[in-house]
């Protein structure tokens, strides 16, 4: 029986890129991989049929001979191959073999501990000011009585007899040689005869420690914090963890938060507005003034330049910015309403309709101010 065109198995042309080879043998393995068509002797056939003919055409210099020549350019095909380029198989299913067991890497030795998160609400001015706060943090560490070893004090873990400290059984799966985890030290390379009694074998036990933070002035919501090496403890004498604070500010009564600006909204009397003055406002600092300058209208908004949040960075600050409206009084004394009467009097009847002005440069304002004069 003769056997097929290579190209013709790995459903390409002869001017397929080598990307696209790789591409077809991948999808063709994974379709009759045995370990998915488990008693079907067809699949794998094409299993090992699509492994040969990827083991050729993905190595130029076979390639070129088997365009040339054929499959006599190449050994015959069969003869050329060789299996042993495949025991890598993670190169070529791009890190999927774990699907399939194989490939696995090995988990013994030194492995890092696992970072740590940490959510810390802080009030608004904790954040404008900055601050130092100590949290509770509950972590795994180092048994102490074993010194991470797992094993009871005066004995130490041992050479796994079921894959003799690699961590990993290997077989041959027709022309692969494959590995799984091994189930007897799950990966280890080592197993505990005797455990310690105080992390019962873990090498960790949970302990809560107390931690100091800085808190920078200028953090916003959703910033966090590293502390290096505050996570849990590592195993096989590994490095520990890193903790990660993230910072949720409260929401502040007057303010609110534009970036680094603070805006704020402030009610003032018409009188206020129409005369002018200066009012005092809360600001991060303390009081601050602002001067209301005559014929103000209601939704002017005022800057405080350099008034406002610190930049995280410590690069400058912004600012805060202040918007008034008027406000109307709910209840009028008699002498209040006379006073308004007689100013309605003295407007001319077009500065009330809609987009009108007074021809007087004082306008109502001016107006105003000649009544409460």
């Given amino acids: 029986m003769s056997k097929r065109d290579y190209y013709e198995i790995l459903e390409v042309t002869k001017t397929a890129t080598d990307q696209e080879i790789k591409s077809s043998y991948r999808r063709l393995a994974l379709k009759f991989h045995p370990d998915r068509n488990q008693g079907d002797k067809s699949a794998e056939e094409k299993f090992k049929e699509a492994a040969e003919a990827y083991a050729i055409l993905s190595d130029n210099e076979?390639?070129?001979?088997?365009?040339?020549f054929g499959h006599a350019g190449v050994g015959g095909g069969a003869q050329g191959f060789d299996p042993s380029q495949f025991t890598g198989f993670e190169d070529i299913f791009g890190g999927l073999g774990d699907i399939f067991g194989f490939g696995g890497s090995r988990r013994g030795g030194p492995q890092r501990g696992s970072d740590l998160r940490y959510d810390l609400e802080i009030k608004f001015e904790q954040a404008a000011?900055?601050?130092e706060t100590?949290?509770?943090i509950p972590r795994q560490e180092t048994c102490e009585t074993c010194k991470g070893s797992?094993?009871?004090?005066?004995?130490?873990?041992?050479?796994?007899?079921?894959?003799?400290g690699a961590g990993q059984i290997r077989f041959q799966q027709g022309f692969f040689t494959m590995a799984r985890t091994c189930s007897q030290c799950r990966g280890a390379g080592k197993v505990i005869s005797k455990p310690c009694q105080t992390c019962r074998g873990q090498g960790t036990t949970?302990?809560?420690r107390k931690l100091?933070?800085?808190i920078p002035a200028g953090i916003a919501t959703g910033q966090r914090l590293r502390?290096?090496?505050e996570g849990e403890s590592g195993t096989q004498g590994g490095p520990a963890g890193d903790l990660y604070v993230v910072i949720f500010v409260q929401e502040h009564e007057f303010f609110q938060r534009d970036g680094n600006d603070l805006h704020c909204s402030v009610p003032l009397p018409f009188t206020t507005l129409a005369l002018g003055g200066e009012i005092k406002v809360h600001g991060i600092d303390g009081e601050e003034t602002v001067k209301i300058p005559e014929s103000t209208q209601t939704g002017a908004?005022?800057?405080?330049?350099?008034?406002?949040?610190p930049d995280v960075s410590g690069r400058g600050r912004g600012d805060i910015l202040v918007t008034v409206h008027s406000v109307t009084p709910k209840k009028l004394s008699k002498e209040q309403k006379k006073l308004l009467e007689q100013l309605a009097a003295t407007l001319p009847e077009q500065s009330i309709k809609p987009h009108a002005r007074d021809e007087d440069d004082r306008g109502i304002f001016g107006k105003v101010k000649d009544i409460f004069g």
């Fill in 134 to 136: 100590h949290i509770q």
């Fill in 206 to 208: 949970e302990q809560t």
């Fill in 62 to 68: 076979k390639r070129a001979r088997y365009d040339r």
């Fill in 129 to 131: 000011k900055g601050v």
């Fill in 150 to 164: 797992g094993a009871a004090p005066g004995t130490s873990p041992t050479t796994c007899p079921g894959c003799r």
């Fill in 227 to 229: 502390l290096s090496g």
């Fill in 212 to 214: 100091t933070v800085k």
């Fill in 301 to 309: 908004t005022f800057r405080l330049r350099g008034k406002g949040m």
